[in-house]
C-alpha cells in the first residue's frame, strides 16, 4: 500500500509560479509511474504530467507544456510539479497518483493510488 500526501496549493496571482509536492510512504516508490492530474468544479479530473521511474521520461498535457515540469527525488521519495506562468483556467484541486507498472498513462484509472488533493487558486 502506497500513501501519497500532497502540499503547496494556495492562491496564486495570474503570471506568478507555484511549486507543489508529493511525499509518498512505501519501500516501492523508485519503482512507481507517478503522475499529477487535476479536476476543478464541475469538470472532470484531467492528465496534468507524468515521470517514469527513473525520471528519464516526462509527459505532458498540450494545456500545461512549457509552463510546468515534473520532477522527482526517488531517495526522498517525493515528486513535485512546478508551476509558472500561471493562468486562471489552472485553478484545480491537484492529484497526485502512482502506478504499479512501469507504463506511463495519461488516464486516472490507469492509476493506483491517489492522494487527498491541495487546492490551487490562480485569481486573475
Known amino acids: 500500500q502506497v500513501q501519497l500526501v500532497e502540499s503547496g496549493g494556495k492562491l496564486v496571482q495570474a503570471g506568478g509560479s507555484l511549486g507543489l509536492s508529493c511525499a509518498a510512504s512505501g519501500r516501492s516508490f523508485s519503482t512507481y509511474v507517478m503522475a499529477w492530474f487535476r479536476q476543478a468544479p464541475g469538470k472532470e479530473r484531467e492528465f496534468v504530467a507524468a515521470i517514469s521511474w527513473s525520471g528519464g521520461s516526462t509527459y505532458y498535457a498540450d494545456s500545461v507544456k512549457g509552463r510546468f515540469t515534473i520532477s522527482r527525488d526517488n531517495a526522498k521519495n517525493t515528486v513535485y510539479l512546478q508551476m509558472n506562468s500561471l493562468k486562471p483556467e489552472d485553478t484545480a484541486v491537484y492529484y497526485c497518483?502512482?502506478?504499479?507498472?512501469?507504463?506511463?498513462?495519461?488516464?486516472?484509472?490507469?492509476?493506483?493510488?491517489w492522494g487527498q488533493g491541495t487546492q490551487v487558486t490562480v485569481s486573475s
Open positions: 497518483a502512482a502506478r504499479r507498472t512501469g507504463l506511463v498513462g495519461r488516464k486516472a484509472d490507469e492509476y493506483d493510488y
